[in-house]
Structure formats: C-alpha cells, structure tokens
C-alpha cells in the first residue's frame, strides 16, 4: 500500500455518519485540515487544472452538474458525491450546466493558496 493510499484510507476512516431521528449527518475529520470551504462555479465557470505539492484534497459534492477532472479520469459526479485527491495530482471543477454548481473542500495538511500550480488556466493566471 503506497502513502497516498494509507492516507486516502486513514482520512476516510475518520469520517463519521451518524443517524437521527430526522435523518443523519456525517462529520469530517478537521484536525489537519488547513483550510475547509464550499467552491461555487458559475455556469460556463471552469477552474484551473493544478495540482498542489503540500496538501491532499477531499471534495464533496454539493450540486449535480459539475465536470470534474482528477488526473487522467474525466466525470460527472454525482451530488454528495466524495472525491479523495492526493497531493500532486491534477485535477480541476468544470460547469458545463446552467445553475450554480457547488462543491466542499477540505485541505489534508498544512498549506495556504500559494501552494497552487496551474498547468493550464482560462482566465491567463501563472
């Protein structure tokens, strides 16, 4: 088992659902996350594809109608979806739809939005 695997396994292994009377939630592990914040994507919006070299990223997603890329798959996701990106893959949010489309980040490990490499951006940022 590689690293990013144990890593992968161990962060979803601390991921906690819960059911209630009303329905049921699921808690996230924070306790190394450096940052935790819901991506919205206006219609024809796309993100840079990049990746980044301290940090992992789990999204969930929150609206259906994204196009999501992470390394070499190209999909679209479901909403409540969750996506496990390991550090130094690149990946990128696409919203081909008409409707805001939304996703959950939560940054695996300690890094701020410097730790961003664009390999390809539609909007001419570095």
Known sequence: MTKKQRTEDAFRAGIVEDRRPWGMFRRYPHEEAGSIKIITVDPGGVLSLQYHDRRDEYWV?????LEVT????IFSPAANEEIYIPRGTPHRLRNPGPALARVMEIWIGRSGESDIVRLKDDYGRN
């Open 70 to 73: 992470v390394g070499d798959r």
């Open 61 to 65: 997603v929150l609206d259906q109608g």
